[in-house]
C-alpha cells in the first residue's frame, strides 16, 4: 500500500485530499498518513493529522513516502518541489474526464469536471482545476494552474508558472509566456509573453 504525505494545509490541500480519497475509493491501493504546513496552528486537514513543518519531508521521503503538493501558489509549488527528492502521486479525480491519448506528469493534480483532450501534454505539478478544459494537442508547462472554468482551445502553449484565472477563455493557437496570470474571465485571442498580467475581452 502507497503511504501519501500531502505538502500544505489549506484550502487547496483539502481538495487535494479529497481527491486521493476519491481514488482510494475507485481501487487506488494507498492512505493518506498526514499532511506537513510550517503553521503550526493548523493541527488538522479533514481528518488527517498534521506531522510537522515541510523541512520534516525529507525523513519521509526517506522513509518511502510519496508526496503531494496541495498548495495552489504556482511559485511556491515549484520551490518545493525543487527542493525535496521524492515520489510524487498525482492526484486525479475519478470524474475528470482525461483522454487515454493525454499525459500527465508527476504531482499534477486533476479536479473533479476537468476534462483534459487527445494528446494534450500537461506538464508536473500543474493543477487543472475544478471543470476546466485543456483540448486537444495544448501544451501545459510544469507549476501551471489553470482555474475553475478556464476554457484552453486546441493546440494552445502555455509557459512554466502561468496562472489562467477562473472562466478565461484561450483561443486555438495561442502561446502564453511564462509567469503570466491571465485574469478572471479574460478572453486571449493574441500570444502573450512571459512576466505579464492580462484581463478584459479581449485580453490586454
Not at 102 to 125: K, Q, T
Request: net charge negative; proline share 3%; hydrophobic share 40%.
Amino acid at each position: 500500500m502507497e503511504r501519501i504525505c500531502i505538502i500544505g494545509g489549506s484550502g487547496h490541500a483539502k481538495v487535494v485530499a479529497d481527491i486521493i480519497e476519491a481514488m482510494i475509493d475507485n481501487g487506488y491501493n494507498a492512505e493518506i498518513i498526514g499532511f506537513l504546513d510550517d503553521d503550526s496552528m493548523k493541527t488538522k486537514l479533514l481528518n488527517y493529522p498534521r506531522l510537522g513543518d515541510t523541512s520534516f519531508a525529507s525523513e519521509l521521503a526517506k522513509e518511502g513516502i510519496s508526496f503531494i503538493i496541495g498548495i495552489g501558489n504556482n511559485a511556491v509549488r515549484k520551490r518545493i518541489a525543487e527542493s525535496l527528492h521524492a515520489h510524487w502521486i498525482k492526484a486525479i479525480h475519478p470524474k475528470a474526464i482525461v483522454s487515454p491519448y493525454a499525459s500527465i506528469g508527476d504531482g499534477s493534480v486533476i479536479m473533479p469536471g476537468c476534462v483534459i483532450n487527445a494528446e494534450a501534454a500537461v506538464g508536473c505539478h500543474v493543477v487543472g482545476n475544478t471543470s476546466s478544459s485543456i483540448d486537444h494537442d495544448c501544451r501545459i508547462s510544469d507549476y501551471v494552474h489553470i482555474a475553475p472554468h478556464a476554457t484552453l482551445c486546441g493546440n494552445v502553449w502555455v509557459g512554466e508558472c502561468t496562472h489562467v484565472g477562473a472562466g478565461a477563455t484561450i483561443i486555438q493557437n495561442i502561446k502564453v509566456g511564462e509567469s503570466s496570470v491571465i485574469g478572471a474571465g479574460s478572453v486571449v485571442v493574441r500570444d502573450i509573453p512571459s512576466q505579464v498580467t492580462v484581463k478584459g475581452v479581449p485580453a490586454r
